[in-house]
């Protein structure tokens, strides 16, 4: 996510031209790339605490898992 959770920015979108098309695929790539929907989907139904806590530990190995792979190709690149 690029915002932080605690900091609550609208996000914006500029109709331009008049191009109304083009100003809804932007909105839906910021809602993509914010987490919106995924959120969105996740908050329809309760989510028991064991199982909350199943999920952030399965993101948090899936981050730790990325991480690792970002810093074994970095030393290639450079």
């Keep these: 996510m690029a915002r932080r ?3 609550l920015m609208p996000l914006e979108v500029v109709v ?4 109304i098309g083009r100003a809804i695929s932007r909105l ?3 809602m993509a790339r914010e987490g919106i929907r995924k959120e ?12 909350k806590k199943r999920r ?3 993101e948090a190995e899936r981050r730790r898992r ?5 810093a074994v190709r970095e030393p290639r690149q450079a």
Excluded: A, G
């Design 40 to 51: 969105l989907k996740r908050r329809r139904f309760y989510e028991k605490p064991s199982v």
């Design 5 to 7: 959770q605690n900091e």
């Design 56 to 58: 952030k530990q399965r």
């Design 16 to 19: 331009e031209n008049n191009n």
């Design 66 to 70: 990325k991480e690792r792979r970002r």
């Design 28 to 30: 839906k790539r910021e």
